[in-house]
């Protein structure tokens, strides 16, 4: 399979908490992360399903982290794939 990233990935850990309105909130730690979106680390059947849209906040890095929404792309064996949204 080629590789058809527009951003490259960098390992990184972090907590982030992940809301939607149709499941609890959990928290979760990412795999990795680029410009355009996150890679968690759950049993994909942790989140939504593919194309919904979920609230995501990092945990314990600074006092009032803002939340960011993002789209669930990808859903593999041992994670999800999240892309950011924003508004341009």
Do not use: C, N, Y
Not at 36 to 58: K, M, N, Y
């Amino acid at each position: 399979m080629s590789e058809q990233r527009k951003h490259p990935r960098t390992a990184l850990t972090l907590e982030v908490k992940i809301s939607h309105h149709a499941m609890r909130s959990v928290v979760l730690l990412t795999r990795d992360i680029s410009e355009s979106g996150i890679f968690v680390v759950t049993d994909s059947s942790a989140l939504p399903p593919i194309g919904s849209v979920v609230e995501g906040q990092v945990q314990g890095e600074m006092e009032d982290p803002p939340q960011v929404q993002m789209e669930v792309v990808r859903v593999e064996p041992d994670g999800v794939g999240l892309r950011f949204l924003t508004d341009d």
